[in-house]
């Protein structure tokens, strides 16, 4: 995770020189609570919170007596000190563990401000920590998906992200478009002296670069069902037992259930977790003739929801002579006979279920979770990216459009902004926006 060496970005991404302060753990009264605080005034600042602390020992926990710039005695803390380069942000660090009052962190975090420090803005220990080369803007990213992780899956794609795994996927795509860039300059050379230019070696160059870019590009669905969840939409008549289910499956009352149809006339989401993965499960209203306007804007959300879910879940009541009618083929769809608690007849080979006595409920969260997970297992090393990645592989693959088709030194041109824009996703080039755009999402204190 750790680069070689400083990234080497203006001051606007490092932050300048001065000392930040924040507390690192979730705010409000907690049992401990984590302080930290990065520069390189940090050991001065220490030294006013406890004269006798041991800074020239770094990576060592010490128990220290902390007090307040008149000497007051404050609390007793875990200090961990740490030096430059061996830090998080790479600068001289200090993390105190102290109790968990608002009042404890206030005091000691007001005492550094007093002694100096300011107090770190949202994401300014990791914005450091990537203009000091620990790690680029894309493992940056990852911190925070780590943090907000909720399932299995979101943390498993995060901690793949923060090794790396997505960034090496960008270096050697650059490394294409570097081997691709060499190849169209030097047939400059070869036009200049004469000598015909193989154009079948430019040619494979080129569609290298296209694919990997299109490799990287069809994660982003999978990327989007591990981060945000997989819409799983039910659909049905009035009366099939969609918000049944809706709340069977969460396993809580969500949703109004009523004998009389129509009952849902808008639509219901609720997040779930199946086996690891996020779901986003929706209820619809039911699909058949509006009886009233109301009916009808329901009908079409419904239908809405329908065309951009990723599963369907088609009910088909068997006490209304239901059975499975949909031409549709593929993992997508999913034609389930509901309340068959109430069929008079047998329902062999066909995905049946009930909420009354939960029969089928198993099997089908099964259904859902190989519905939505197998398009996941086809990534490898859990790479993924997300929509400001997309974007940035959108434009390095508009620069390369047509680049066999107009003059070398156009190309090149071409190339080197592919080039560019991939430096841009990487933090390799400092770009206010993005920078604000990635960090602004963080918690302070990390």
Known sequence: MVKDSSSGLSSALSGGADTIVARATAAGACALAVIRVSGPETGRLARVLCPKIDMETPWRAAVVRLCDRSGGFLETAVAIPYRAPKSYTGEDMLELMVHGSPWIVDAVVGTMISAGARHANPGEFTRR?????????????????????ETAWQARLAREQLHGALSREFGALKEELIVFLAEIEGSLDFEEQGAVVNQEVLRKAHEGCVSRIDALLDTTAVGVRVREGARVVIVGPPNSGKSTLFNALLARERAIVTAAPGTTRDVLEADLEIEGLPVILVDTAGLREAADLAEAEGIRRAEQEEARADV???LHAADEGGAPQSQEVGDRRLDIVSKVDLANQRMDGILAISCVTGEGLDRLREEIHRRVSEPMMSITAGVAVNARHANALVRAREYLEGVLLVPREVAALEIRSGMMVLDEVLGEVDDEDVLEAVFSAFCVGK
């Open 312 to 314: 369907i879940l088609a």
């Open 129 to 149: 920590a990537v203009a000091n080369g620990k790690m680029d803007l894309v493992q940056a990213e990852a911190v925070n998906e780590v943090v907000h992780a």
